[in-house]
Each structure stands twice: as structure tokens, then as C-alpha cells.
């Protein structure tokens, strides 16, 4: 076999998870509901993904400023900019954290809402209006740049953009 000749095309075909959970995604008014479901779950799966992938690069963040020096060896200048690295790069962790949690938390609602919705159309309409009353919650007791209130609104949109027919 001469491969030489052959042209190789080594860009990969998208699945169906990846093309379902792309954030500009645009379904047709007729999409069936199963369909809108696994969009939302392939989102939530990408999401869940990435942000476990942002934590890995928060801690290593986090570790290499920790390994930076001896401290007593450090100008004041010094000493106080590895200070605000290590708490920038703590909180990062933290608010990463929060979100993966979210994620989670959503996709649990999700699990739970097809678990007892008899419905199938109505299913994503008791999971946004679940959605909705957990955001009204958390709003109630954060301010509203947290990362778990931005994460449950993120998710909200999503079931906005992908669940209702017609609707943008």
C-alpha cells in the first residue's frame, strides 16, 4: 500500500454530543423533545468537562505559586505580589468549584424532572420552572456575581435557547 499518494484528511467528523452542546446551537421548530433533551445534557456534560479541566489549571496555578519560594528570602514587594497570586488563584479554584457543583446540581434536577414528568413535551417546562424557583433561592441569598448564581442562569439560557420551539 502506497500511502504517499493517498491524501489524508485528519480532520475528525463532530458527534452528535459535540454538535448538540455547541452554545450557538439553532434546533428546528419541529425537533423532537428527546432531541432537546440530549442537547441539554450534552451541554451540561461539556460544561461539566471544561470547568473540571479549569479547576486542574487553577490548582497547578495554586501549587506552582505555593513552590515559589522561601518566603523569608522574599522582598516585601515580593512576599505581598506571591500573596495576591495565591489568593487569585485560590478563589479561581473556589468559584470553578461552585460551578462544576452547579453543573451537577442541574443536571441532577434534569435526571429527576424526567424521572417524574409523565409528559414527555413537558418535561423541559417543569425543569425551567425548577430552574427558575432555584434561581429565585440562591439570588435571595447571593449577590448576583456569584459563580453559582451565573452558572444556574447560564443553564436557564440554555433550556431557553434549545427547549422552546420557535421561541429565541
Sequence with gaps: MNFEDESFDDTTEKGSDELLSDDN??????????????????????RQQETTIEMGENALALQEAMQEGDYSRLRRREREALAERLQHAQETLHAAQLRL?????????LEDCITH???????????????EELLNDVNMHEDASSPRLRALADVQHRVERVGAPGEE
Excluded: D, Q
Aim: aromatic share 8%; net charge negative.
Design 101 to 109: 457543583e452547579t453543573y451537577e446540581e442541574a443536571e441532577t434536577l
Design 25 to 46: 446551537l439553532r434546533l428546528p421548530e419541529n425537533a423532537n423533545v428527546l432531541v432537546r433533551l440530549h442537547a441539554i445534557r450534552a451541554w451540561l456534560t461539556r
Design 117 to 131: 414528568t409523565t409528559s414527555g413535551e413537558r418535561v423541559l417546562v417543569e425543569y425551567y420552572l425548577m430552574l
